[in-house]
């Protein structure tokens, strides 16, 4: 009774490990068929898309000389008819332009294009440049005398002459002529006043630009009747003798007069009529 039971054990024990070797062994050759068919799947899948890609391919070399063709002859026709109607180049040109160019109301003025020549005017006023007056004066060009009197110093540019409120000798670049305080002082000659200044020796003093080179000194003056930057006829009234300075309190009321020529003394009696 003992030796069955265990015999029937031991049988039992092999059927239960055959059972689980079968189990294992059909468990492995599904894994193994179903993996065989994934992969022939994917490869089924695969063959599909380099199918369709050959196609497509295939497809846009037939398309790409008809695609050339028309291109081709789209340039041709542009090409007889430049903006002509129709064509897409010459459309989207003038639309660009169109859309660039603002629209103006009928009789309505571009605000850019009325207020253009107020700026081309100021421009031209800013970048003008300043035209100064010109005055001419040659050796054979003469002076009228300047005020009514006559010479008490003379030009002595070769020699000193006697002073007598300075009770010394030296030499005058310029005539010194006595006259009335009050009396008219006139343009030698045509010119522009240069300068007008306060000088120690002299007072007011006027330079008088004659053109090449010459100039006129008018001093002892007041009462000016002209300005820096006027164009002076000759003859014309500059203003009037004043007061002698303390340099020529022994002279009395004068006309100081000289000439220069690129400012080196001249004899204006050379010049006087």
Same mark, same amino acid.
């Given at each position: 009774? !003992?030796?069955?039971?265990?015999?029937?054990?031991?049988?039992?024990?092999?059927?239960?490990?055959? %059972?689980?070797?079968?189990?294992?062994?059909?468990?492995?050759a599904f894994s193994i068929l179903?993996?065989?068919?994934?992969?022939?799947?994917?490869?089924?899948?695969?063959?599909?898309?380099?199918?369709?890609?050959?196609?497509?391919?295939?497809?846009?070399? #037939?398309?790409?000389?008809? /695609?050339?063709?028309?291109? #081709?002859?789209?340039?041709?026709?542009?090409?007889? #008819?430049?903006?002509?109607?129709?064509?897409?180049?010459? $459309?989207?040109?003038?639309?660009?332009?169109?859309?660039?160019?603002?629209?103006?109301?009928?009789?309505?003025?571009?605000? #850019?294009?009325?207020d253009q020549p107020v700026a $081309?005017?100021?421009?031209? @006023?800013?970048?003008?440049?300043?035209?100064?007056?010109?005055?001419?004066? +040659?050796?054979?060009?003469?002076?009228?005398?300047?005020?009514?009197?006559? &010479?008490?110093? *003379?030009?002595?540019? *070769?020699?000193?002459?006697?002073?007598?409120?300075?009770?010394?000798?030296?030499?005058?670049? @310029?005539?010194? %002529?006595?006259?009335?305080?009050?009396?008219?002082? /006139?343009?030698?000659?045509?010119?522009?006043?240069?300068?007008?200044? %306060?000088?120690?020796?002299?007072?007011?003093?006027?330079?008088?630009?004659?053109?090449?080179?010459?100039?006129?000194?008018?001093?002892?003056?007041?009462?000016?009747? &002209?300005?820096?930057?006027? /164009?002076? $006829?000759?003859?014309?009234?500059?203003?009037?003798? +004043?007061?002698?300075?303390?340099?020529?309190?022994?002279?009395?009321?004068?006309?100081?007069?000289? !000439?220069?020529?690129?400012?080196?003394? &001249?004899?204006? /009696?050379?010049?006087?009529?």
């Amino acid at each position: 009774m !003992m030796e069955n039971k265990e015999s029937k054990f031991k049988w039992n024990g092999k059927n239960n490990n055959l %059972i689980f070797g079968l189990c294992l062994v059909a468990v492995t050759a599904f894994s193994i068929l179903f993996a065989a068919g994934q992969v022939k799947n994917a490869q089924k899948q695969r063959a599909g898309e380099q199918q369709e890609l050959e196609q497509t391919a295939k497809a846009g070399n #037939q398309a790409a000389p008809q /695609v050339d063709q028309a291109l #081709q002859e789209a340039l041709d026709r542009s090409e007889e #008819q430049p903006g002509a109607a129709g064509d897409p180049l010459a $459309e989207a040109s003038s639309s660009d332009v169109d859309a660039r160019i603002p629209s103006q109301a009928e009789g309505e003025i571009d605000p #850019q294009i009325q207020d253009q020549p107020v700026a $081309e005017e100021a421009s031209a @006023a800013v970048q003008t440049p300043e035209i100064l007056p010109t005055v001419t004066f +040659s050796e054979e060009d003469t002076l009228n005398w300047p005020v009514a009197g006559s &010479v008490v110093l *003379d030009y002595s540019m *070769d020699s000193s002459i006697y002073f007598p409120t300075l009770k010394q000798y030296k030499y005058n670049p @310029a005539l010194v %002529i006595g006259s009335d305080v009050g009396a008219q002082v /006139v343009a030698a000659a045509r010119g522009v006043v240069e300068s007008i200044d %306060i000088d120690e020796e002299t007072g007011t003093t006027l330079v008088m630009s004659l053109g090449d080179g010459y100039k006129l000194t008018y001093g002892q003056l007041k009462e000016l009747t &002209v300005s820096e930057g006027q /164009v002076v $006829e000759q003859g014309e009234i500059l203003g009037y003798v +004043s007061e002698p300075t303390k340099y020529y309190c022994m002279e009395g009321s004068n006309l100081y007069f000289s !000439m220069t020529k690129d400012d080196l003394p &001249v004899d204006p /009696v050379i010049y006087l009529e």
